[in-house]
């Protein structure tokens, strides 16, 4: 028997693996900074020139018959209504 303590009989203790948190926080960041990144306001770039309509004619131009709008027309039925309770004799 040898005197002493048994924390001489442990294995020395191994570095701590801290590179996996590393990556993956760089990671993150980089995807953060990408999603941030791409909603930068344009910066110095000139604005487009106003777009110019042109003038309005003397009559209107009518593109569709008048009347009610198409949703409010009633479409045929393709068979006839069948009653809910049949006739009696």
């Known amino acids: 028997m040898t005197s002493g303590s048994l924390t001489d009989l442990d294995p020395a203790p191994a570095p701590e693996r801290r590179w996996p948190f590393y990556v993956g926080w760089a990671v993150g960041a980089f995807v953060v900074g990408a999603v941030l990144f791409t909603h930068l306001p344009s910066g110095p770039l000139p604005a487009d020139p106003p777009v110019v309509a042109p003038e309005p004619s003397a ?7 008048p009347g009610p709008p198409r949703f409010l027309i009633p479409l045929p039925l393709r068979e006839p209504r069948l009653p809910v309770v049949p006739a009696r004799p």
């Open 59 to 65: 009559a209107p131009v009518i593109t569709q018959p």
